[in-house]
């Protein structure tokens, strides 16, 4: 199976940056995602990384480290709407099955005024 | 990104029947389409992987006689609790696309 671990909860105040830490164990690894869900609702695309390195989207950046199994989501200038479910997600092969994701259990960020 | 129809959005059913779900991709054609449950305050687990054209495959402990799947089109793939329970109530959601998965809205399906 995948281990996919990140923290259950974090709390931040608005305009301020928060990191949320993604570690992962699985085999034939094909990139990892960054979801953000608010309640009741799909979750919204937000990254995906296939190489080492960091990726810049606006306020929010994703970094992975494949070699330590490692990726974190960072959101910077945070806005109260920010508030949400973030959920990581490994993409790995599975026989010939392609794109299949692996789910953290998804980290509740609180943004307080 | 690409655009994952999913219908209903909403369904209450009483326990017994059988409840249709539908998910369309909208701008791409996909010949792999993905359902998850989702339970309140649990991640997305896997249900099954749609296979257009083929069967569709399971992941373990999911009933394939009591979740059935038709991916009949590219565009086009169906998920049907049958004998719905109470302990069938939850966020059912599909996904699809290449790399980057994109998810449908979601059904919030309550089986009284």
């Known amino acids: 199976g995948q281990n996919i671990d990140q923290p259950t909860e974090m709390t931040a105040t608005e305009g301020a940056i928060v990191q949320i830490n993604c570690t992962y164990q699985?085999?034939?690894?094909?990139?990892l995602f960054w979801y953000q869900q608010h309640a009741g609702e799909a979750p919204t695309f937000l990254s995906y990384?296939?190489?080492?390195g960091l990726e810049e989207k606006g306020r929010f950046s994703s970094f992975l480290s494949r070699s330590k199994g490692y990726s974190y989501l960072l959101l910077k200038e945070l806005q109260m709407k920010d508030s949400a479910s973030y959920l990581c997600?490994?993409?790995?092969?599975?026989?010939?099955?392609?794109?299949?994701?692996?789910f953290g259990r998804g980290t509740q960020l609180t943004v307080w005024p | 990104g690409a655009v994952v129809s999913q219908h209903p959005s909403r369904v209450i059913c009483k326990s017994g029947t059988s409840v249709k779900i539908e998910c369309r991709s909208l701008d791409f054609q996909a010949t792999t389409m993905f359902w998850y449950r989702q339970f309140p305050k649990q991640s997305l687990m896997l249900m099954a992987t749609?296979?257009?054209?083929?069967?569709?495959?399971?992941e373990q402990g999911v009933e394939k006689d009591k979740f059935l799947i038709n991916h009949a089109s590219l565009t086009l793939s169906t998920l049907t609790v049958t004998s719905a329970h109470p302990e069938d109530s939850s966020f059912y959601i599909c996904?699809?696309?290449?790399?980057?998965?994109?998810f449908g809205p979601g059904t919030r399906l309550t089986v009284l």
């Open positions: 699985t085999s034939g690894f094909n990139g």
């Open positions: 749609s296979n257009e054209g083929s069967k569709a495959t399971y």
């Open positions: 996904g699809g696309g290449a790399n980057e998965q994109f």
């Open positions: 997600a490994v993409s790995a092969h599975r026989g010939s099955t392609l794109g299949r994701l692996y």
């Open positions: 990384n296939v190489l080492d």
